[in-house]
């Protein structure tokens, strides 16, 4: 039907099921972007690894197993976003470089990432 939908939502599980591509954002900017499967299969950026690994499983037993990734802090205002990589003060994996950098999106498969150790961290 040449017909594009945008769907705006922090409900990841319903975002899972309807969309064919999606784009995650942090304090209004995009850091992740590519196919549903791909970035729900295999998040790349930190922020999306905790998000996905957030997602409650129907699967009791599975629901037991599963491992969160709890970010530390609050996120900042979005009015006064932190220097260099936005997502730096909560990131588990940030270095020096992190908060001096405004990362660039890097291409890896069909998923396009804003973060400066993406072949580090997966
Ligand atoms: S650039 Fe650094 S702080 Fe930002 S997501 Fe990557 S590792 Fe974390």
């Not at 939908?5 to 064919?20: A, C, P």
């Not at 304090?27 to 998040?43: N, Y």
């Not at 900042?76 to 660039?104: D, I, T």
Request: glycine share 4%; charged share 20%.
């Amino acid at each position: 039907m040449q017909l594009t939908l945008v769907f705006i939502s922090h409900d990841l599980s319903v975002v899972k099921h309807i969309s064919d591509r999606i784009a995650v954002m942090y304090l209004g900017r995009i850091v992740e972007v590519g196919p549903a499967t791909e970035v729900f299969g295999k998040p790349r950026h930190p922020y999306t690894q905790a998000l996905v690994s957030a997602i409650p499983l129907p699967d009791p037993e599975k629901e037991r197993q599963r491992k969160r990734i709890i970010l530390q802090g609050d996120p900042p205002s979005p009015l006064n976003p932190p220097a260099g990589c936005p997502f730096h003060p909560r990131c588990l994996h940030a270095v020096e470089a992190c908060r001096k950098q405004v990362p660039a999106f890097e291409l890896r498969g069909n998923q396009q990432v804003a973060c400066i150790r993406v072949d580090e961290i997966v």
